[in-house]
C-alpha cells in the first residue's frame, strides 16, 4: 500500500519525490518495490542505476516472467532504453505510467 501510495504522489509532484518515498520504504524482497525504484530512477535519467533495479526485478521476478527478459544491467549502462523496453515487458509492457 505505500509503494502505491508513492506511485501516486509521483504522479503528481514529480519522480523525485516518489523516490524519496520509496527509499524510505523496507521492501527489499519484493520485486515491484525494485521495478518501481527503477521505473523513477528512469525517469530522472539515472540509466546505470535504473539498469540495475530493473535487473534486480527481473532477478526476482516470478518464475515465468524473468524467462522473458534479455536484457542486462551491462546493457543498460550502454543504452537505458534497451533495458527499460525489455523489463518493462515483465510488468504490462511499459514503464509505470508517466
Given at each position: 500500500?505505500?509503494?502505491n501510495?508513492?506511485?501516486?504522489i509521483?504522479e ?23 521495478a518501481?525504484?527503477?521505473?523513477l ?8 542505476e ?24 551491462a ?14 515487458g ?9
Open positions: 500500500m505505500a509503494l501510495r508513492a506511485i501516486a509521483g503528481v509532484h514529480g519522480p523525485a519525490a516518489a523516490l524519496a518515498l520509496v527509499d524510505e520504504l523496507d521492501l527489499h524482497t519484493y520485486h515491484p518495490y525494485h518501481t525504484r527503477a521505473d530512477l528512469h525517469r530522472l535519467g539515472r540509466a546505470r535504473a539498469a540495475a533495479a530493473y535487473q534486480l526485478a527481473a532477478d526476482m521476478a516470478p518464475a515465468g516472467a524473468e524467462q522473458d527478459s534479455s536484457g542486462t544491467a546493457e543498460g549502462e550502454a543504452g537505458g532504453a534497451d533495458v527499460v523496453a525489455t523489463v518493462a515483465l510488468y504490462g509492457g511499459a514503464p509505470l505510467a508517466r
